[in-house]
């Protein structure tokens, strides 16, 4: 199993102010990634490296924890705290 961190594929660090609109921007850009990704006959398609013996036969997660159910609600969460249309 690869390391949970590994520097060379995660941005680093930086000492910076908390800035609310670019935090609401950052949060609105992921959720536009999230719906730019969503196939309606595959939902969201899992990472490669996400694989494993519990995977679904056909590749989709469609659970709370890790899969649709749980896209879902994390978008209309969002949502309704105001950070995305």
């Known amino acids: 199993m690869p ?9 680093p660090l930086v000492v910076a102010e908390w800035n609310p609109p670019r935090v609401r921007e950052m949060i609105a850009a992921i959720c536009r990634d999230a719906e730019t990704a969503f196939q ?20 989709i997660f469609r659970g709370l924890y890790c899969g649709a159910a749980g896209m879902v609600h994390a978008l209309d969460r969002l949502a309704a705290a105001g950070f995305y249309e």
């Not at 390391?3 to 941005?11: G, N, T």
């Not at 309606?40 to 590749?59: C, I, K, N, V, Y």
Request: charged letters at 30%; proline letters at 17%.
């Open 40 to 59: 309606a006959a595959r939902l969201w398609p899992m990472h490669p490296e996400d694989e494993d013996p519990s995977t679904p036969a056909d590749g």
């Open 3 to 11: 390391a949970l961190y590994d520097p060379a594929r995660h941005e």
